[in-house]
């Protein structure tokens, strides 16, 4: 979930995916980011990835010739969306095998028990986030008191670890603890053919210090510094060509589509934009672990 999206309240969503309301015609509160529920024109990024998300909660499809593999549920309001956008794409929503997430923030798996719900996928979660994603949220460090993050709880019927990976249909995506937003922060990564060559896909978890947390004496979470430490020192490493994330906003979705969409193929092969956009949450991570760190006056 991005730093600045936390007073978004779930039961309005809620009230409105079971409202007779088009997406298009939702509004999100004002407080709250309208592009969350925004639609977006789902299209193939590279091989067999495809993009199903809203205009910044991202949500990615991988098709195989077993089935699909979805990342992201996003909120449970969305699940319309997406569905729309993986018909759009031509292929059949009840054919999503395997559901994965980036983080156990609702805005990342609210939909997730109506999604396993309708098409009866197995759900893979990383080790730190399962407890959050089987009890609604009600278990996350920061924000489990909070019933506004609360979401249907799902089962998980894979528990994932570092480096563990996830095959279907010849497609392989490795999972990479990126521990620290949440426990179980996961950032994911496959190589896709595109013509003549193989690209390195990223899909960032999150690396996002939210407004908050306690880097310095967190009780619910003692070692939260040392794991965004651990995080960083992963995604510093990780090989990309094709930058993507849990937020639109993180690799320039609005700005790059519409390249895509006048011819350039190569509009999201962004190594650079993947470097300065980790190299720049490394540096707010080091400044708010200073401020909390610093002697008090």
């Not at 996350?140 to 709880?153: E, L, V």
């Not at 960032?204 to 070692?223: C, D, E, M, T, W």
């Not at 650079?272 to 991570?285: L, P, S, T, V």
């Amino acid at each position: 979930m991005k730093a600045t999206q936390f007073t978004l309240r779930f039961a309005l969503f809620a009230l409105l995916a079971s409202a007779a309301i088009p997406l298009a015609a939702q509004k999100t509160p004002a407080t709250g980011n309208p592009a969350w529920l925004t639609p977006f024109p789902a299209f193939r990024i590279a091989g067999n990835l495809y993009y199903v998300g809203s205009q910044d909660l991202g949500s990615y499809l991988i098709a195989t010739p077993r089935g699909l593999i979805l990342i992201n549920s996003s909120f449970e309001a969305s699940v319309p969306l997406i569905k729309k956008s993986v018909e759009d794409l031509g292929f059949r929503f009840s054919d999503i095998k395997i559901l994965l997430i980036s983080h156990a923030h609702d805005d990342h798996c609210s939909g997730s028990a109506k999604i396993i719900r309708l098409t009866g996928a197995k759900y893979y979660v990383m080790a730190g986030d399962v407890s959050v994603v089987e009890s609604g949220g009600r278990t996350d460090f920061q924000y489990g008191a909070q019933k506004s993050h609360h979401y249907p709880p799902a089962r998980v019927d894979r528990i994932l670890h570092d480096g563990d990976t996830v095959s279907l249909g010849g497609t392989i995506l490795t999972a990479h603890l990126t521990p620290g937003h949440t426990r179980g922060t996961t950032t994911w990564t496959l190589d896709e053919p595109e013509g003549s060559r193989f690209l390195h896909v990223v899909i960032v978890g999150s690396p996002n210090v939210n407004p908050g947390y306690k880097l310095v004496g967190n009780r619910a979470y003692p070692q939260i510094a040392k794991d965004y430490k651990r995080g960083f020192a992963v995604l510093d490493q990780l090989p990309c060509d094709i930058f993507l994330g849990a937020h639109g906003s993180y690799f320039d979705l609005v700005d790059k589509y519409p390249r895509w969409k006048n011819g350039d193929k190569n509009a999201f092969i962004d190594p650079a934009g993947y470097k300065a956009y980790i190299a720049d949450r490394e540096q707010a991570f080091e400044k708010e672990l200073q401020r909390q760190s610093a002697p008090k006056r």
